[in-house]
């Protein structure tokens, strides 16, 4: 447990290193997706679950949907952009590598779920954008990592602006389907059953 925090703290501070450390990893994508991405995908829904039962006083079957929901779709977005990168690479690159793809995908999640440490006070949410913004630059230098892109050159400019397009898109999505779902006068009515 101390290697995946320290690994996550080591990407924050020293992404290069750190990346080039990780695409060296020999560990299955399970056991990755198993120690990083449930872990950490954790912080938001465990913090947003206590803000807004125990601050917000919202009903619990809302608040456990609301967060089972968000959790769910966090680790699922990993795996789609994990499919789309590997599409992409091959498309642009020709580089047919699923696990670097996959680690990429899992690893740029990591400062958005360290940034929903401010879902502990609802007020404060619109600042978890901070780790969205720090996940584009450590894509960057994934892919600088990878590929040696060069953002100077049309090309690559084009490769990283397409990828981070898509990153941002999974990210609105997986949000606005939390909310839908959480809204959905359906499942209000389904909750108020059981």
């Not at 600042?127 to 090309?155: E, Q, W």
Request: contains cysteine.
């Amino acid at each position: 447990m101390k290697t995946i925090f320290k690994t996550a703290f080591n990407l924050i501070i020293k992404p290069k290193s750190t990346w080039q450390q990780i695409f060296k990893l020999k560990i299955s994508k399970v056991d990755l997706f198993l120690n990083y991405g449930l872990t950490f995908a954790l912080i938001g829904p465990v913090l947003s679950f206590y803000s807004l039962y125990i601050e917000e006083n919202y009903p619990i079957k809302k608040v456990l949907t609301y967060s089972l929901t968000t959790y769910v779709l966090d680790l699922l977005s990993v795996l789609i952009l994990a499919s789309f990168l590997f599409f992409i690479f091959i498309l642009f690159k020709n580089y047919k590598n699923f696990d670097s793809a996959f680690k990429l995908s899992l690893f740029i999640y990591i400062p958005i779920w360290l940034s929903d440490i401010v879902d502990i006070y609802q007020p404060l949410r619109i600042l978890s954008n901070v780790g969205l913004i720090y996940s584009l630059y450590l894509l960057y230098v994934g892919l600088k990592v990878i590929f040696d892109i060069k953002i100077s050159m049309k090309k690559d400019f084009i490769f990283f602006i397409f990828i981070c397009g898509i990153h941002l898109i999974l990210y609105i999505l997986d949000a606005l389907f939390s909310e839908i779902i959480v809204t959905n006068p359906l499942l209000k009515e389904f909750l108020n059953q059981l």
